[in-house]
DNA sequence: CGCTATGCTACAGATAATGTAGCATCGTGC
DNA sequence: GCACGATGCTACATTATCTGTAGCATAGCG
């Protein structure tokens, strides 16, 4: 492989050509990475209330999106139980908030 | 010729939800389809430029992505050859360009 | 024609996701 | 002091998806 070895479970995707965009987009161009920050936008969710927001995603791969995330710095686990966006997760989920009103007027 | 790319059940997870913004985010957390709309933001490219900016990603998911983008009107492919936001595209990109600074601000 | 570039496809091997089940832990009530 | 229900999290076989390489058909150019 060209790429590289560390797309492993830290890793992140295009990190080593020093434009962090790409790594955020690789993130966030992963199943489910949206979906979790979309869900967690206004209130923290128990891992299992966030299951079932997410359409009943497998375990796997949402607890292996959340430690992503959490690795990111974008996601936390509160000691109350649930998971809650971080201020820097708020700020991203603010930052493709305009999704929302861009996906109602596009309704295919 | 006709797309392959609706022969994928309904095409995008969650648009049977009647949340639009499901559909979208199911659409844009596939791998590579940021990536590509990124690419594209400011000059279309042909699918071999679109490639190597993409760090030679296989053809085989280019393709489909490309295919699920402009069956969803984001993506044209101009008869001059190469590939391009549509005007509804270019909305959607200029949508998460905050993303950069973000992604700038982030810098793990 | 020979050459190069385009969009696009085939296909085997590798990787990631799904679905179901289950574990260890913690707090409640009993 | 122990069933209980809920939490975060993991195992694992099956299935879906991606990767990497090769190649096809077409088109423009000399």
Redesign the pocket.
């Known amino acids: 492989?060209?790429?590289q070895a560390s797309?492993?479970?830290s890793g992140v995707?295009g990190s080593r050509t020093g434009r962090p965009i790409m790594a955020l987009l690789d993130l966030l161009g992963?199943?489910?990475s949206l979906r979790i920050l979309w869900e967690l936008r206004d209130a923290?969710?128990?891992?299992?209330?966030?299951?079932t927001a997410c359409?009943?995603?497998?375990?796997?791969?949402?607890?292996?999106?959340?430690?992503e995330l959490?690795e990111a710095g974008f996601v936390g686990?509160?000691e109350a139980?649930?998971?809650g966006l971080t201020p820097l997760g708020r700020d991203l989920c603010e930052t493709f908030m305009p999704l929302h009103k861009f996906a109602e007027r596009w309704r295919k």
Do not use: N
């Open positions: 492989m060209a790429k797309s492993r479970s995707r992963r199943r489910w923290p969710l128990t891992s299992r209330a966030l299951r359409d009943e995603a497998s375990p796997t791969v949402l607890q292996a999106r959340l430690s959490r686990l509160g139980g649930g998971y």
